[in-house]
């Protein structure tokens, strides 16, 4: 018998044909490093733990990784999941940024961890532009746009929440904090 939780077998014929797959054979010949080989290639997938409760039953828990954003990739929209992985749009989620650009993951994660050591909330994020200098800018759901350098990012989105809430910067919405030691502000 395979016992799987934490996942719903109908979002994946992927995970659908290991589990068949695993019926078929003696849970003394499972391999634990080749079901988690077989099962990692599912990119919705975060985190595995199996157990073998003898003599015939295999308990695998799934967990689904955490989407963190939208982008599109040769044509296609992607989620960028936690688990550095693109996985292919096949559910609506909203209140996800959507992120312009050709990325890797790993600037984006990396990037997504700057904001974290802020006080900056990623959940206020609309749009992320991506240039190939290794740089973003950041589109928040109230109209703002910061030009962000490409060092110092949790310093600089610190600065930024304490400058929003000053009452002579209601109006403007164009931040730029890409020259060193300068901020220019526009309204437009």
Do not use: C
């Amino acid at each position: 018998k395979v016992k799987v939780s934490g996942f719903d077998l109908d979002q994946s014929n992927e995970v659908k044909d290991i589990v068949k797959n695993l019926k078929s054979k003696s849970i003394f010949l499972i391999n634990h490093s080749e079901i988690k080989k077989n099962f990692f290639s599912d990119n919705a997938i975060g985190e595995l733990s199996i157990f073998k409760n003898y003599p015939s039953t295999l308990i695998v828990d799934i967990k689904k990784t955490q989407f963190l954003a939208l982008t599109n990739k040769d044509g296609e929209e992607y989620f960028i999941g936690e688990n550095g992985k693109f996985i292919k749009k096949n559910e609506t989620i909203s209140k996800l940024p959507y992120i312009f650009g050709d990325l890797e993951i790993n600037e984006f994660l990396e990037f997504k961890k700057n904001i974290d050591k802020s006080n900056f909330k990623f959940n206020q994020i609309l749009n992320l532009y991506y240039f190939k200098s290794k740089r973003w800018n950041i589109e928040t759901d109230k109209g703002y746009l910061i030009k962000l350098p490409r060092e110092n990012i949790s310093e600089i989105l610190n600065l930024f929440v304490r400058l929003s809430k000053e009452k002579n910067f209601n109006d403007k919405r164009i931040i730029d904090f890409r020259q060193k030691d300068q901020i220019i502000m526009n309204a437009e």
